[in-house]
Each structure stands twice: as structure tokens, then as C-alpha cells.
């Protein structure tokens, strides 16, 4: 394939894909076929209709990949939608993005709204914003700062997992939906939770805070429970 220097799309035009050092969209075009490329970046509301393996992605603007995405950073600030997997060494999720298939990286940072729709796999996993996986999350650190209303994950299975709630003056005075994080099961070694609706928790360590309600916990070292916390059964492995 033959390498050529950079790919910038600054209107409504469209390109095939190959191999470049630098892809840019500024408007709202197209790159039809799978990327090869240092580094790959929205501004505009482009879209990309095969895969893209990069250095670094950036979506500025309102970008959608509908293959997959392998690359050693992806910088999401504005809406991004990646059809296919993505796999990458570090995330950054400032804005909205959605990522339909299997979510694969070292860390990841939220601090805007992700939505994954299959199973996320990462050694930690930070969110201050929203977030809501479908499927499993895997890390080894799982740290969630709640801000308003519902963040969701089906199961989480890690080492260590603290929630904690953070309400703002609109919480306060009734006008945001209260922070909490909804699971089936979460799974960990240490667990250490508030604002928290859960179906099964299991862990070694198991610390329910205020505001929890949760139907079973099962514990194999050391259990506190809070006044401002409902637990239907707590049984020791």
C-alpha cells in the first residue's frame, strides 16, 4: 500500500482510506476504507467507514468509526460513536461517546458520558461523569464518582472498586435525579460502596455506605454495613 504524507478533509469530500502520517477531517466528510496513520482527528463532523489503527485519535468535533479502532491514545472531547472494538493504552472520555463493541485498554478516564454497549477489559477504570457498560467490566482499580442521576453496569468483577456520591447544589434542591450506580453483581476483592443498587455483592472486604440497597452480599473476610444502607441477606463464604 502506498504510504503518502497527510489526508485533510476540510468540506464535504471523501477519500479512500490507506496508509498516511496524518488523517484530518474538518467537515463533515468521508473516509471510505481502512486507516493507517500516526495520527487521526475530527473536528467537523466526519466519518470514518472502515477501521483505524493510529498513534493517537482525536474526536473534536461529532466523529463516527464504524470499524474498529486500535491506537495507543484516543482522546474523545466531543460526540464520538466507534461502531466496532477499540482497543487502546489509554481513553480519555470528556464528552459523549458510544462504543458498540468490546472496549479493550490499559486506563480509562471519564469525566463526560460514556456508553459501551458489550464488555469493557482495563487495569483502571476512572469515572467522574456518567457512564453505563452492557456487559462485564474487568479492571483491576475501579474508582466512580457519581455526579446526578444514573450510572449503570451490568457486572463488575475487579480487585478493588470504590463509589462515592457527589451531590451539587441542583441535587440538593431537588432538581437533579440523585447520584447512583446500578448493578446485577459486582465482584471484587476489596468493595467499597455508597449510592449504590445492587443485586449480589461478593468480596473479600465488603464495605456498604449510606445510601445503598442491596439484595444479597456475600463476604469471606471483613463486613460493615451503614445505618443508611438497606441489605437484604449478608452471609460469610
Known amino acids: 500500500m502506498e504510504i503518502m504524507d497527510n489526508l485533510v478533509i476540510n468540506g464535504t469530500g471523501s ?6 502520517q496524518s488523517v484530518e477531517i474538518n467537515g463533515s466528510g468521508t473516509v471510505a476504507g481502512d486507516v493507517e ?18 498513534k493517537t485519535v ?9 470499524g474498529d479502532v486500535n491506537a495507543e491514545s484516543i482522546r474523545m472531547n466531543g460526540t464520538g460513536f466507534i461502531q466496532g472494538e477499540t482497543a ?18 490499559d ?5 463526560g458520558k460514556a456508553v459501551m454497549e458489550a464488555d469493557c477489559e ?6 467522574e461523569g456518567k457512564c453505563k457498560v452492557s456487559g462485564l467490566l474487568n479492571a483491576d ?14 457486572e463488575i468483577g475487579c480487585r478493588h472498586l470504590q463509589v462515592t456520591g457527589r451531590k451539587g447544589m441542583l441535587t440538593l ?19 467499597e460502596l455508597t449510592h449504590t443498587n445492587a443485586k449480589i455483592v461478593r468480596g473479600n472486604t465488603v464495605k456498604i455506605g449510606p445510601n445503598c440497597q442491596i439484595e444479597t452480599v456475600e463476604y469471606s473476610g471483613d463486613y460493615t454495613c451503614d445505618p443508611n444502607a438497606s441489605v437484604g441477606t449478608y452471609t460469610r463464604m
Open 88 to 105: 487502546a493504552k489509554q481513553l480519555k472520555v470528556a464528552g459523549s461517546s458510544t462504543f458498540g463493541g468490546a472496549v479493550k485498554a
Open 15 to 20: 477519500s479512500k482510506g490507506g496508509k498516511f
Open 141 to 154: 482499580q475501579v474508582n466512580i464518582k457519581l455526579s446526578s442521576g444514573e450510572s449503570y453496569v451490568r
Open 37 to 54: 496513520c500516526d495520527s487521526f482527528s475530527f473536528n467537523g463532523t466526519g466519518k470514518a467507514d472502515g477501521s483505524v489503527k493510529a
Open 173 to 191: 434542591l431537588k432538581l437533579m435525579p440523585q447520584p447512583v450506580l446500578t448493578a446485577e453483581l459486582i465482584e471484587g476483592d476489596v468493595i
Open 58 to 66: 482525536t474526536i473534536s468535533g461529532s466523529g463516527e468509526i464504524h
Open 122 to 127: 482495563t487495569e483502571t477504570f476512572q469515572t
Open 107 to 111: 486506563d480509562i478516564v471519564i469525566t
